[in-house]
């Protein structure tokens, strides 16, 4: 039973009981009745979903078991079918007004399998070898006018997902992979557009996620790599975008799934972070370990500096603006700066250590000025945490201060001895302060 | 005003799906009724490959060691091979060009790989060295390398192909494929095994001799 229903059946009780008069009630139940008739059956979906997915599949097992006894000519026509189907359910469905998503959901996920029904059977028809790579490019492709009739959520994650297979094989044929951005930007007006339904729904948090994951996995594989270690700049303004997008788009009080742009940039920026705390990733980079060789596209490494000089421009554009839209009165932990600040100067304090690292002055410097800064936004981290009474960012701060004592540690030069004991000791302190701020503060809830 | 913009994009959309398909469909029929008929004579193969899924892998002995040619082909790009026909009827390559021939029967086909041909010289020294000859070695990526076949004939056929091929089978089994080409486009119509459809002759194993 969802909410919505609860609350009808609570009100005929509440009444019943005297706690409200029926007046009040009738309130209730109009204020409620929109969401009610917005709220979505999420059995019907999954299961009408998976009731596709396996028609889907079976007809392409059907079509793929080549049936030879069929003329060419009909073959062909065949190929078309389910994808005429499809067209033809979406036709019906808006001429006679069908807006259920437990419509849209499964005809999306039958339609983006019908595309590649018709194109493995034409390409069985008429003996075409086509590569894997443009089989999938093409796939993903046609899923366009899929995700901008039915905006459901497997087509549009399949397509993020398609486009980062491709970048991914083409990559190894010497393909030109930064296309991934262009078609990656035709599917944005359909993710806004959910975002926009419901900020909240499930619906908006798988598709912000996989659009969100894929395209921050495509940054490493479109990337030319021409100039060794540009990749730590890109990555850091990515993230800081990312994570004060979120600051700014998404509500804090909800959840982490709620949240994805602020906890990939969040937990990319750490991870990212931590590991420029050590000495290797600064070994061998800048202008005086540039790829010349064959193997790179000169004019695609165009595209690396280009990411390099506007994701820390976005990153600082977009700290603006969160620092406009959350006044300095919304700051806790941080008397100077807030917290978001902090974490989104990543990608100067990244660039700034990279001129150190390839202008040959140390690699040691270079990580020693992300050490203390990572250090700097763990404490700052359990700060804000401690005064916000936020268990999440806490929990946090502690690990990235453990992480960081544990990751010098373990590169020193002291025995096992040693370091199993820093271990045990460093999981100890974590224990024990969780559970020591997580009792304060229910007592103080309590009190 | 706004919606109907997006049913428009998405009508277009559909529009797009059946005209990239039926594209697809269209250059491949025309090849297949206006197409000049050529036979490429089959090469062994690797008999782990020869079979992935439904298809035979096919490998032709006119590409198998590259095409010479006198100029460098970067790889990914497009190259265009002109056709003439051997005293054994079966198709060569004459020309490899980077630009559409005007006339004559020609494939169009992806470079694969292009690398510079190489000869050891004896020097005063009395040590060889590798001297380049000019002459560069191309390798292509065809686009008729897949034969599709029924499942249940599939592995019959696997086995027809590749005993034809065979290192020793012979003058007596010999294996081509029919293809047709037209203004580039190659699209195989059968493959054959001593000149009769691959089809035909797993329906009667005797072709295939011992």
Redesign the interface.
């Given at each position: 039973m969802n909410n919505v229903k609860y609350l009808m059946q609570e009100l005929k009780s509440w009444i019943s009981e005297g706690i409200v008069d029926a007046e009040t009630a009738n309130k209730i139940a109009a204020r409620y009745a929109h969401a009610e008739m917005k709220s979505v059956a999420w059995s019907r979906i999954i299961l009408g979903s998976i009731g596709a997915l396996l028609v889907g599949l079976g007809v392409i097992a059907l079509l793929a078991a080549n049936w030879d006894d069929i003329p060419r000519a009909a073959r062909a026509t065949l190929s078309f079918m389910p994808l005429a189907a499809c067209v033809a359910a979406y036709i019906m469905g808006v001429q006679k007004g069908w807006n259920s998503r437990s419509f849209f959901e499964p005809l999306g996920i039958f339609w983006g399998l019908s595309v590649g029904a018709g194109i493995s059977l034409i390409a069985q028809t008429y003996h075409i070898s086509g590569d894997p790579e443009s089989f999938v490019l093409y796939w993903t492709l046609l899923l366009l006018p899929v995700i901008y009739a039915t905006q459901a959520v497997v087509p549009l994650v399949g397509y993020y997902v398609g486009l980062l297979t491709w970048a991914s094989m083409s990559q190894f044929s010497n393909g030109i992979t930064v296309l991934y951005w262009p078609w990656a930007i035709a599917a944005m007006p359909a993710l806004l557009a959910i975002r926009k339904d419901n900020p909240f729904s499930i619906r908006t948090g798988l598709t912000t996620w996989g659009a969100a994951l894929c395209s921050t996995a495509a940054i490493g594989v479109t990337l030319e790599k021409t100039m060794p270690g540009l990749w730590m700049i890109i990555y850091s303004g990515a993230f800081a975008t990312l994570l004060l997008a979120g600051i700014t788009s998404e509500s804090k009080e909800n959840n982490i799934f709620q949240t994805p742009l602020r906890t990939i940039g969040g937990c990319g920026s750490a991870i990212l972070l931590y590991l420029l705390i050590f000495k290797w990733p600064w070994d061998e980079i800048g202008w005086n370990h540039y790829h010349a060789d064959i193997e790179y596209n000169h004019i695609l490494a165009y595209f690396d500096y280009l990411l390099a000089c506007v994701l820390p421009v976005l990153a600082a554009f977009m700290l603006i603006v969160a620092n406009r839209k959350r006044p300095a009165s919304a700051w806790k932990g941080l008397p100077i700066i807030s917290l978001w600040t902090a974490w989104g100067i990543a990608p100067v304090v990244v660039a700034s250590a990279y001129i150190v690292a390839s202008s040959l002055i140390s690699v040691f410097l270079a990580s020693m000025i992300i050490t203390i800064y990572l250090a700097g936004l763990g404490l700052c981290t359990l700060a804000e945490g401690l005064f916000r009474r936020t268990m999440l960012l806490v929990n946090a701060g502690i690990l990235i201060l453990i992480a960081i004592i544990l990751g010098r540690f373990f590169c020193s030069d002291l025995s096992f001895t040693a370091k199993g004991i820093a271990f045990i000791v460093s999981g100890s302190l974590f224990f024990l302060v969780n559970s020591y701020v997580g009792r304060y503060l229910r007592k103080e809830e309590t009190t | 005003m706004k919606k109907k913009l997006?049913s428009i994009?998405?009508l277009?959309?559909?529009v797009?799906?059946?005209a990239?398909?039926s594209a697809?469909?269209i250059r491949?029929?025309w090849t297949l009724r206006y197409g000049e008929v050529c036979r490429f004579e089959t090469a062994p193969v690797d008999p782990f490959d020869a079979f992935r899924g439904?298809?035979v892998q096919l490998d032709y002995k006119v590409f198998t060691r590259g095409i010479v040619s006198d100029k460098k082909f970067n790889?990914?790009n497009w190259c265009y091979l002109t056709l003439a026909t051997d005293t054994n009827g079966f198709s060569v390559v004459s020309a490899i060009t980077d630009s559409k021939p005007t006339s004559g029967t020609f494939i169009r086909s992806r470079v694969s790989w292009c690398y510079e041909e190489s000869i050891e010289k004896p020097k005063p020294d009395n040590k060889y060295h590798r001297e380049n000859t000019g002459k560069w070695t191309v390798h292509l990526?065809?686009?008729?390398?897949?034969?599709?076949?029924?499942?249940k004939?599939a592995p019959k056929a696997e086995d027809a192909y590749r005993h034809a091929n065979q290192r020793n089978a012979g003058k007596e089994n010999m294996a081509a494929a029919r293809v047709r080409v037209w203004k580039g486009m190659v699209?195989?119509e059968d493959v054959e095994i001593n000149g009769k459809p691959i089809r035909e002759c797993i329906k009667d194993q005797k072709e295939i001799k011992p």
């Amino acid at each position: 039973m969802n909410n919505v229903k609860y609350l009808m059946q609570e009100l005929k009780s509440w009444i019943s009981e005297g706690i409200v008069d029926a007046e009040t009630a009738n309130k209730i139940a109009a204020r409620y009745a929109h969401a009610e008739m917005k709220s979505v059956a999420w059995s019907r979906i999954i299961l009408g979903s998976i009731g596709a997915l396996l028609v889907g599949l079976g007809v392409i097992a059907l079509l793929a078991a080549n049936w030879d006894d069929i003329p060419r000519a009909a073959r062909a026509t065949l190929s078309f079918m389910p994808l005429a189907a499809c067209v033809a359910a979406y036709i019906m469905g808006v001429q006679k007004g069908w807006n259920s998503r437990s419509f849209f959901e499964p005809l999306g996920i039958f339609w983006g399998l019908s595309v590649g029904a018709g194109i493995s059977l034409i390409a069985q028809t008429y003996h075409i070898s086509g590569d894997p790579e443009s089989f999938v490019l093409y796939w993903t492709l046609l899923l366009l006018p899929v995700i901008y009739a039915t905006q459901a959520v497997v087509p549009l994650v399949g397509y993020y997902v398609g486009l980062l297979t491709w970048a991914s094989m083409s990559q190894f044929s010497n393909g030109i992979t930064v296309l991934y951005w262009p078609w990656a930007i035709a599917a944005m007006p359909a993710l806004l557009a959910i975002r926009k339904d419901n900020p909240f729904s499930i619906r908006t948090g798988l598709t912000t996620w996989g659009a969100a994951l894929c395209s921050t996995a495509a940054i490493g594989v479109t990337l030319e790599k021409t100039m060794p270690g540009l990749w730590m700049i890109i990555y850091s303004g990515a993230f800081a975008t990312l994570l004060l997008a979120g600051i700014t788009s998404e509500s804090k009080e909800n959840n982490i799934f709620q949240t994805p742009l602020r906890t990939i940039g969040g937990c990319g920026s750490a991870i990212l972070l931590y590991l420029l705390i050590f000495k290797w990733p600064w070994d061998e980079i800048g202008w005086n370990h540039y790829h010349a060789d064959i193997e790179y596209n000169h004019i695609l490494a165009y595209f690396d500096y280009l990411l390099a000089c506007v994701l820390p421009v976005l990153a600082a554009f977009m700290l603006i603006v969160a620092n406009r839209k959350r006044p300095a009165s919304a700051w806790k932990g941080l008397p100077i700066i807030s917290l978001w600040t902090a974490w989104g100067i990543a990608p100067v304090v990244v660039a700034s250590a990279y001129i150190v690292a390839s202008s040959l002055i140390s690699v040691f410097l270079a990580s020693m000025i992300i050490t203390i800064y990572l250090a700097g936004l763990g404490l700052c981290t359990l700060a804000e945490g401690l005064f916000r009474r936020t268990m999440l960012l806490v929990n946090a701060g502690i690990l990235i201060l453990i992480a960081i004592i544990l990751g010098r540690f373990f590169c020193s030069d002291l025995s096992f001895t040693a370091k199993g004991i820093a271990f045990i000791v460093s999981g100890s302190l974590f224990f024990l302060v969780n559970s020591y701020v997580g009792r304060y503060l229910r007592k103080e809830e309590t009190t | 005003m706004k919606k109907k913009l997006m049913s428009i994009f998405i009508l277009l959309g559909i529009v797009a799906q059946f005209a990239v398909l039926s594209a697809v469909i269209i250059r491949r029929e025309w090849t297949l009724r206006y197409g000049e008929v050529c036979r490429f004579e089959t090469a062994p193969v690797d008999p782990f490959d020869a079979f992935r899924g439904q298809y035979v892998q096919l490998d032709y002995k006119v590409f198998t060691r590259g095409i010479v040619s006198d100029k460098k082909f970067n790889r990914n790009n497009w190259c265009y091979l002109t056709l003439a026909t051997d005293t054994n009827g079966f198709s060569v390559v004459s020309a490899i060009t980077d630009s559409k021939p005007t006339s004559g029967t020609f494939i169009r086909s992806r470079v694969s790989w292009c690398y510079e041909e190489s000869i050891e010289k004896p020097k005063p020294d009395n040590k060889y060295h590798r001297e380049n000859t000019g002459k560069w070695t191309v390798h292509l990526e065809l686009p008729f390398s897949r034969y599709y076949m029924p499942e249940k004939t599939a592995p019959k056929a696997e086995d027809a192909y590749r005993h034809a091929n065979q290192r020793n089978a012979g003058k007596e089994n010999m294996a081509a494929a029919r293809v047709r080409v037209w203004k580039g486009m190659v699209v195989i119509e059968d493959v054959e095994i001593n000149g009769k459809p691959i089809r035909e002759c797993i329906k009667d194993q005797k072709e295939i001799k011992p």
